[in-house]
């Protein structure tokens, strides 16, 4: 395995743990062990430890969503359709998977001592989304995209909490409900303005 499979193998690995059980709820040993890597490996690509090895999951799991944001958006001919497909597409991810896991910010937030670091990487990783999806809300032709973006990250987030509380997809099914109500009377709204 070259250097770089085995930085992005303990990445994804505990990216994967820390959204599972949180920056407190996993420890160094269970990383290497799920990953099936040696306690050397870690310390020659992080050798800042845990904390440093979670901002890399948090960097990479983020990017992955913002990914994921941007897909959706693409595919959209409005902004509500995007928030719609966006939250569809999370629905179809969970029942993929085994369990829902948290997202890769606020994994790292439940720690009981946020290092400065981390709670800088989760602000950095926010406002990578919100101004991913500022782009497409202008994109789009929302007539305020800022707070279009806020107000979508905000019920996004809360979904998000709720389905990893519940295991359940059900909440990003709701959320996609309440928007497609949403979506077609601001649809209206803005034709008209």
């Not at 369990?99 to 670091?117: G, H, K, N, R, Y």
């Not at 989304?129 to 987030?157: M, N």
Request: aromatic share 8%.
């Amino acid at each position: 395995m070259s250097h770089s499979d085995t930085r992005e193998k303990l990445v994804r690995t505990a990216s994967k743990l820390l959204r599972r059980k949180g920056f407190d709820g996993v420890g160094l040993k269970e990383i290497l062990d799920a990953a099936q890597l040696p306690k050397g490996s870690l310390y020659y690509h992080f050798p800042g430890g845990k904390a440093e090895l979670a901002e890399a999951a948090t960097r990479w799991a983020g990017g992955w969503v913002e990914d994921v944001v941007s897909t959706c958006f693409y595919e959209a001919r409005s902004f509500a359709e995007g928030a719609v497909g966006l939250c569809d597409t999370f629905v179809h991810l969970i029942e993929t998977q085994n369990c829902v896991e948290a997202c890769p910010v606020l994994s790292i937030l439940q720690a009981t001592t946020v290092d400065p670091a981390l709670r800088r990487v989760s602000n950095e990783v926010h406002a990578g989304w919100t101004a991913c999806i500022t782009r497409h809300a202008e994109r789009l032709g929302e007539p305020d995209p800022e707070s279009a973006a806020f107000s979508l990250q905000v019920k996004l987030q809360g979904a998000w909490v709720f389905a990893f509380a519940q295991q359940s997809a059900d909440p990003f099914r709701r959320l996609s409900s309440e928007l497609q109500t949403e979506g077609p009377s601001r649809d209206l709204g803005n034709r008209t303005s």
